[in-house]
């Protein structure tokens, strides 16, 4: 009988807990969503992008937000998205980290807030690079036709390129700070500027007797985003829950209204299809 009373009160506690749990959530849920939203703004599936696996079983649907950023290397474009050019020194200790390259202790990640935009200058930089590729590896190509390596290069850079335009993120990280209202207010454009709480991290690196610190974004707070399920119905409809190899270049076939509250955390407002159904295989 004593075990069964105990058990008994580890069940009503266990219920307790997850009752309590689940009631902050929905308040942090409706405390976000009270109010003056901070940004609504739309994107498509370039910026968000459904799981390449999905299980059958589960009807939720979630999706995946896709950024990038400007780096040393921006012809590759996996470079930059974790190591942005403007995520140096300075800004490493404006952000509160710090820097002492002679200390043997790793340097811990902390939480700020990011600024994300979308289809800006950052992208307009790196469409340009890509042109810019196109044209060095043609001008290589031209010079000696049957070079297979160059003639691999100038092909890669083709289909860099074409992805560029067609199915890559616009979504560019391109500043950081500590409060969230004083970036706002530079940033004032919510249909173009997205704040998101992010995870940084200060990386050293020693080349040559040269000593160097950057700064790498570990990845953004807000996780997967939750489809709500009416929209989820028509985003399976939309791309009849098929998602094609990734080597194709996908045309979007959704553009999404996102809308972030006082917490700065995303829900979705709208969904509509776009007339684009073609995966186009270069």
């Known amino acids: 009988m004593k075990t069964f009373f105990?058990?008994?009160?580890?069940?009503?506690?266990?219920?307790i807990i997850l009752a309590v749990t689940n009631l902050i959530i929905l308040t942090c849920v409706a405390f976000n969503k009270k109010g003056t939203k901070d940004s609504i703004i739309t994107l498509t599936e370039r910026e968000l992008t459904l799981p390449y696996r999905t299980n059958r079983e589960n009807?939720?649907?979630?999706?995946?937000?896709?950024?990038?950023?400007?780096?040393?290397?921006?012809?590759?474009?996996?470079?930059?998205k974790k190591y942005p050019l403007w995520l140096n020194e300075k800004k490493l200790k404006e952000l509160g980290f710090n820097i002492n390259m002679d200390s043997h202790k790793k340097p811990l990640s902390k939480e700020v807030f990011v600024v994300l935009?979308?289809?800006?200058?950052?992208?307009q930089k790196a469409l340009k690079n890509s042109k810019i590729k196109v044209e060095e590896m043609k001008k290589s190509y031209d010079l000696d036709k049957r070079n297979r390596e160059i003639k691999r290069k100038f092909e890669r850079a083709k289909k860099q390129l074409n992805r560029e335009q067609i199915s890559m993120s616009r979504l560019f990280a391109i500043d950081a700070g500590v409060d969230p209202e004083k970036l706002r207010k530079k940033y004032n454009d919510s249909a173009q500027f997205m704040i998101a709480r992010a995870q940084i991290k200060p990386l050293f690196s020693y080349d040559r007797d040269k000593k160097e610190v950057k700064g790498y974004i570990q990845r953004l707070s807000m996780g997967n985003i939750h489809v709500p399920l009416k929209y989820g119905r028509i985003l399976k409809t939309i791309t009849n829950n098929k998602k094609s190899n990734t080597s194709d270049i996908i045309l979007p076939r959704y553009?999404?209204?996102?809308?972030?509250?006082?917490?700065?955390?995303?829900?979705?407002?709208?969904v509509q299809p776009l007339n684009n159904n073609k995966i186009?295989?270069?």
Do not use: M
């Open 6 to 15: 105990s058990s008994h009160k580890l069940f009503i506690l266990g219920f």
């Open 59 to 80: 009807s939720g649907v979630t999706l995946q937000i896709s950024w990038r950023s400007l780096g040393k290397e921006n012809y590759n474009i996996y470079s930059g």
């Open 117 to 123: 935009e979308y289809n800006g200058d950052s992208y």
């Open 255 to 270: 553009r999404i209204n996102l809308a972030h509250g006082s917490r700065l955390e995303p829900w979705i407002v709208s």
């Open 280 to 282: 186009i295989n270069k």
